[in-house]
């Protein structure tokens, strides 16, 4: 068969043509490829042959396997008993020269095989191994290198080096390799020149750059060798993919979809709180509303002589709502300089609150409360420095919490709601003070009820006195003729059997229906009597004067009504 070009890789491929070259195909061109060019010599191609050359870097795999291995102190080299063994086994040791690094050599050269296994499982500590090549042991027998190599790496209890890249895998480490792609990729350019015709440069042709410093990651960790040592710009083969590497688009969905989740769960929380807040809140606050409402309605048509009772029963409930030690309803007497307990409730073995307190010892918080401000503290030392003799009296009567509330009565503050915890502290946030003011101002209406009730009973009891201790008979009516009021004249006139239209003038009956009862009795003076306050009970602004005797039976008597109009036609005077 006829060929175009004839490549011949590896030494056995270049003795066979050399040898029959010219009987076979004689004018057929040919390209000695991967020729080491320390050996090279054109005597050892054919004639008129094309050589490529490399440098193979046996000092560079040396370096990286000391680098790798700086305890090292023994070099073990691994090499067959063949001329060609024994001429590669020098340049190892040449090489080990050249590093300057004085290695104890453990030299397995020319060994039978199964020696070569024996030595190589028990080298000692501290030892590097190189792979050389084994084409005969020695024992003659021949071997194939990348069949021998494994067996060769799984004895040795070291680890192992080598310079051709397709020894990687085999259980080397690595080093600085020669990577036959690169290296068949220059001889195939080389090919295609010569089979193109274009020139190609003379021979031998120096192939460049196909030495790499390339390492097996699963002998890296077998002989626990750090990555860190390896030199710059090494490559790392056979590294298991990570599980980002192998399962990225998994991995990313799979993420995507637990942060979607942790989101929508993360969202429901959240909205699950504020709902929770929320619904709490509206509890408190119909807790609050409903126990407002019954504070409120306690006092409801409640007589004045029972409020004091009441606002003592609801200070308790004051304090049990709000978990209180000490709950004080405070009266502030400015000009005396002292403040006054109207009522107070206190906790079980809690002290009761002081009937009074001199002023000056809360000089900040007289100030406080003056201005209607809300006073309030979770713990003493918290009150400001301007505060330091109100602190000091707090502390001196024990108190841990307080609140203190102005309540405002016609725009003056003048009592206060003291809120006390002697035990524990809490605090006070603006919805709890609001809470308590609302309660302050319940508080507030009802004392002034009371005190306006006191008010219109003190002026009745004034205006009884005033009417009694006149000497005339007095009558007040409003402007329906109702009898409001008579003095004590007038009482004792009606008391008397004889006394005709006194005896049924008492205090609810309506005048003119008296007097026209008595005018239909045919009494004296009774219409008389009628017409006159009739008019002044219609708006006369004039008094009037009505004179009439009557005849009882202790004799006749004479009668002087005056009928006095009040002002604002509120009623008349008799």
Not at 229 to 234: D, E, M, N, T
Not at 441 to 448: G, R, W
């Amino acid at each position: 068969q006829s060929f175009d070009l004839i490549i011949a890789g590896g030494q056995e491929a270049r003795i066979f043509l050399t040898r029959f070259r010219s009987e076979l195909w004689p004018d057929v061109p040919i390209l000695a490829a991967a020729m080491d060019d320390r050996s090279f010599s054109p005597a050892n191609v054919p004639p008129d042959a094309v050589a490529q050359t490399v440098r193979y870097d046996e000092e560079g795999t040396l370096r990286a396997a000391l680098a790798m291995v700086p305890e090292a102190q023994h070099f073990a080299l691994v090499a067959g008993a063949s001329n060609l063994d024994r001429y590669l086994a020098k340049l190892w040791t040449s090489a080990l020269e050249r590093v300057g690094r004085r290695l104890q050599l453990i030299d397995l050269t020319g060994l039978p095989f199964e020696e070569i296994k024996r030595r190589l499982g028990t080298l000692p500590p501290h030892t590097i191994a190189v792979f050389s090549s084994i084409f005969a042991d020695g024992d003659g027998r021949a071997f194939v290198n990348p069949e021998v190599l494994p067996v060769i790496t799984a004895t040795a209890n070291c680890p192992v080096f080598a310079i051709h890249g397709s020894y990687l895998g085999l259980g080397v480490v690595g080093g600085s390799m020669t990577d036959y792609g690169l290296l068949g990729a220059h001889a195939g350019g080389i090919g295609a020149r010569m089979l193109t015709g274009l020139p190609v440069p003379p021979s031998p042709i120096r192939a460049t750059d196909v030495n790499r410093l390339v390492f097996d990651w699963r002998e890296l960790r077998r002989w626990r060798l750090a990555e860190s040592r390896l030199p710059a710009g090494s490559l790392v083969m056979y590294r298991p993919p990570s599980a980002w590497e192998e399962y990225r688009w998994p991995i990313v969905i799979g993420l995507s979809v637990l942060l979607a989740q942790a989101f929508l769960i993360a969202a429901l929380l959240v909205h699950r709180a504020q709902r929770r807040r929320v619904e709490r809140q509206l509890d408190e606050r119909l807790r609050f509303e409903t126990f407002l409402a019954q504070l409120t309605r306690a006092f409801v048509d409640l007589p004045a002589e029972q409020i004091d009772a009441e606002i003592r029963r609801g200070l308790a409930r004051i304090g049990a709502f709000l978990a209180l030690d000490r709950v004080t309803l405070i009266a502030l007497a400015t000009r005396r300089g002292r403040t006054r307990t109207i009522e107070a409730w206190a906790g079980s073995d809690v002290m009761p609150a002081p009937a009074e307190m001199p002023a000056e010892r809360f000089p900040w918080v007289s100030q406080q409360i003056a201005r209607g401000e809300v006073m309030a503290f979770s713990r003493p030392e918290s009150l400001p420095d301007a505060a330091a003799v109100d602190r000091a009296s707090f502390e001196a009567h024990g108190t841990v919490s307080h609140a203190l509330v102005p309540m405002v009565e016609d725009g003056v503050v003048t009592r206060a709601l003291a809120l006390t915890t002697v035990r524990e502290p809490r605090a006070w946030p603006q919805p709890v003070v609001e809470q308590i003011r609302s309660i302050a101002d319940i508080l507030s209406q009802v004392l002034a009820r009371k005190h306006a009730e006191a008010e219109i009973e003190e002026s009745r009891a004034l205006q009884g006195a005033m009417l009694s201790s006149l000497p005339s008979r007095i009558a007040v009516l409003d402007r329906d003729g109702r009898i409001l009021a008579v003095n004590h004249a007038w009482l004792h006139e009606a008391e008397d059997t004889d006394a005709g239209l006194w005896r049924r003038a008492v205090v609810g009956r309506i005048y003119p229906d008296i007097c026209r009862e008595a005018v239909e009795a045919g009494e004296d003076g009774a219409a008389e009597v009628l017409a006159s306050v009739q008019a002044g009970l219609d708006g006369a602004e004039d008094e009037g004067d009505v004179e009439y005797s009557a005849k009882q039976e202790s004799g006749e008597r004479w009668f002087r009504l005056s009928v006095i109009p009040l002002r604002g036609g509120r009623g008349v005077g008799l």
